[in-house]
């Protein structure tokens, strides 16, 4: 059993930036955040895969070029860095790891088997 612990969050004024931090006690195939509005769907943003051929870095098209994930293999940890931040980046967001093999794309919130309490992340204009 893996255990997840995210830090971070908070509230910000739109066009700020924010980072997330996860810490994992175990290693995991995958890490990544995903986010969830009230009323609305989780939605997986960031993931980073370290496999044969190294690390690999996914992202949602609604984050790419704002928010970068880095993942530190040594210490089981992720880190997301989210900048330009505006009003529709308001949710929950929580750390998930998975064991699952490659995808070639950012893979679905039912393949992670470990999942963090969640942090608040509050945009405001």
């Known amino acids: 059993q893996v255990q997840l612990v995210e830090s971070g969050g908070g509230s910000v004024q739109v066009g700020g930036s924010l980072s997330l931090s996860c810490s994992a006690s175990?290693?995991?195939?995958?890490m990544g955040w995903f986010r969830q509005a009230p009323g609305k769907e989780r939605e997986g943003i960031a993931a980073?895969?370290?496999?044969?051929?190294?690390?690999?870095?996914y992202y949602a098209d609604s984050v790419r070029a704002r928010f970068t994930i880095i993942r530190d293999k040594t210490k089981n940890s992720v880190t997301l860095q989210m900048n330009s931040l505006n009003p529709e980046d308001t949710a929950t967001y929580y750390c998930?790891?998975?064991?699952?093999?490659?995808?070639?794309?950012?893979?679905?919130?039912?393949?992670?088997?470990?999942w963090g309490q969640g942090t608040q992340v509050t945009v405001s204009s």
């Open positions: 980073a895969y370290i496999g044969g051929f190294g690390l690999s870095t």
């Open positions: 175990g290693y995991t195939s995958w």
């Open positions: 998930a790891a998975g064991t699952m093999g490659r995808w070639s794309r950012l893979p679905p919130a039912s393949l992670f088997n470990y």
